[in-house]
């Protein structure tokens, strides 16, 4: 079991910036992990994600203006947003997979991001 907890959203202006965390009950080793985000409406999208070897990959509408990125030694995983947009508006989701077979896979509880003036 890994437990995630996220925090760091809340209400910003078109054009600001926030930094998501999500804190793993255990270390990072050996995990996958991404942030996902759903607005109003049944689809989760992926926004970022890192591999247990440091690869990343952004989906399209992050490149420019989203960064993912963990520490090992605080067990954290984050999300550095820049240059938001109203669009950007969603619960924020983190994701651990493991590197088990068959994997695992455990999400945090989300944390609303609102961009609007």
């Known amino acids: 079991q890994v437990q995630l907890v996220e925090s760091g959203g809340g209400l910003v202006q078109p054009g600001g910036s926030l930094r998501l965390s999500c804190t793993a009950s255990?270390?990072?080793?050996?995990?996958?992990m991404g942030w996902y985000r759903q607005a109003p409406g049944p689809q989760r999208e992926l926004v970022a994600q890192?591999?247990?070897?440091?690869?990343?990959n952004l989906a399209d509408s992050a490149k420019g203006r989203f960064t993912i990125s963990r520490d090992s030694a605080k067990n954290t995983l984050y999300l550095q947003m820049n240059s938001l947009k109203p669009e950007d508006t969603a619960v924020y989701y983190c994701?651990?997979?493991?590197?088990?077979?068959?994997?695992?896979?455990?999400w945090g509880q989300g944390t609303q991001v609102t961009v609007s003036s």
């Open positions: 890192i591999s247990s070897s440091g690869f990343t």
């Open positions: 994701r651990a997979v493991t590197a088990t077979f068959p994997p695992q896979e455990f």
């Open positions: 255990r270390d990072l080793s050996r995990l996958s």
